[in-house]
């Protein structure tokens, strides 16, 4: 009876075990396959529009002709203006939080407000932008209020993969340096930062996808219905490829014509989103062999 006991107990253990990986497995599974439906929807229905014009030139005859290259320059420019806005400020607010600040109750609240605004809806920002960017501040619709909006609209994100990052550099690594006498600015910046820059790149990563990927906060700030000229200052108005996407498939008149050039723009979105993130991947990746050897 009791030799039979643990083997009963540990089958049951096992059992359990497998059933929670069978779940995981499953999970993973079906996201992923999710995941490359869409992607091969996306394709398959927007391949037909992607032509050397459609990418160089811009729309004509009511948007149901010609190319998007103005809404993807005004894309680009809003997505890097974001991060150059959002990376400095969310990576100097960790470091705060991190390393400098006295834990205690005002900087859980912070922290607590931190973690709330990442989860604010996005035309709370935009109407947060519009109010004081381009009113308050008399920035005018322009890609300058746009980038200001998509990187606070980022930042949450940023700080919070920020912090985790310097948490999980070894607090030895800030002992030895302070032991020989170091400062702890100059501990941080030679010693916690190179080794918790590839989990800073992963929150970057997630801020690129959102910044570049949001309609809502650029069709207050940032985004025009329609212009053939390329922006030649930050306080110009952009074509945008999300907010063009949505006048493509809602504003216009002639919406069962345009529907291959709105699978064309929304396959030309998402190439670049991947095709700026693989680059931010890439960095990471180098910095991580760099820092183990």
């Known amino acids: 009876m009791n030799a039979a006991a643990p083997s009963t107990s540990l089958k049951w253990r096992y059992f359990r075990q497998g059933l929670f990986f069978g779940v995981v497995r499953l999970s993973a599974f079906l996201i ?75 900087i859980r609240i912070l922290r607590i407000g931190v973690n709330c605004l990442a989860g604010v809806p996005s035309v709370v920002f935009g109407l947060f932008g519009l109010g004081l960017f381009v009113v308050f ?87 025009t219905f329609f212009t053939a000229a390329l922006p030649r200052s930050v306080f110009d108005e952009v074509m945008a490829l999300p907010y063009h996407i949505y006048v493509l498939a809602t504003a216009g008149t002639q919406i069962d014509e345009t529907r291959p050039l709105q699978y064309g723009t929304v396959l030309v979105l998402v190439a670049l989103v991947l095709g700026i993130d693989l680059v931010a991947i890439l960095i990471r990746s180098v910095m991580r062999k760099k820092k183990r050897w």
């Not at 948007?63 to 990576?91: D, H, Q």
């Not at 005018?140 to 948490?167: R, V, Y």
Request: net charge positive.
């Open 137 to 223: 501040l008399k920035f005018g619709s322009s890609i300058l209020a746009g980038a200001l909006t998509l990187g606070i609209l980022i930042l949450p994100t940023i700080i919070g993969a920020s912090e985790e990052a310097l948490k999980a550099v070894p607090q030895t690594f800030r002992e030895a340096s302070l032991a020989l006498g170091v400062s702890k600015w100059r501990t941080i910046s030679r010693i916690v930062l190179p080794n918790a820059l590839p989990g800073i790149l992963t929150g970057s990563i997630l801020g690129i996808g959102r910044a570049a990927g949001e309609t809502a906060p650029i069709m207050f700030t940032a985004a």
């Open 32 to 106: 992923t396959a999710t995941l490359l439906l869409i992607l091969a929807y996306i394709f398959m229905n927007g391949f037909r529009a992607i032509s050397w014009d459609f990418l160089t030139l811009p729309p004509t005859d009511a948007m149901t002709r010609g190319g998007i290259m103005p809404a993807i320059v005004g894309t680009l420019y809003l997505t890097v203006g974001a991060i150059a806005v959002a990376l400095p400020l969310g990576v100097a607010s960790a470091i705060y939080l991190t390393e400098y600040a006295r834990q205690g109750l005002a």
